[in-house]
């Protein structure tokens, strides 16, 4: 069993940045791919970045391509979420998500945190 605690999200301006964290409780496996999903009011629950635990391999959705970084500290097993040039569009519950095979079948969630962009 894997525990998941979102941190960092909150209000920034357009263009500002911000960085979130995911700290993850239990035993986390070689083959766990951990990633961001956000959800917009009113939207479906969209993909945002994943990456491999035991190689760091990184990818992204295309719409956040070039502002945001994921990334991981295995020591402290937490994940991040650098965004950068954060635009409206960005705003969301920011949820973090462990899946062992594809992200249709997230094997834990965690409980999600606010990110909110203003104009």
């Known amino acids: 069993q894997v525990q998941l605690v979102e941190s960092g999200g909150g209000l920034v301006q357009a263009g500002g940045s911000l960085r979130l964290s995911c700290a993850a409780s239990g035993r986390i496996l070689s083959r766990y791919w951990m990633g961001w999903f956000r959800q917009a009011p009113g939207k479906e629950r969209e993909f945002v970045a994943g990456?491999?635990?035991?190689?760091?391999?990184?990818y992204y959705a295309d719409s956040v391509k070039g502002r945001f970084t994921i990334s991981r500290d295995n020591a402290k097993a937490t994940v991040y979420l650098e965004m950068n040039s954060l635009k409206s569009e960005d705003t969301g519950v920011y949820y973090c998500?462990?899946?062992?095979?594809?992200?249709?079948?997230?094997?834990?969630w965690g409980q999600g945190t606010q990110v909110t962009v203003s104009l």
């Open positions: 990456l491999r635990w035991s190689s760091g391999f990184t």
């Open positions: 998500a462990i899946t062992s095979g594809t992200w249709s079948l997230v094997d834990y």
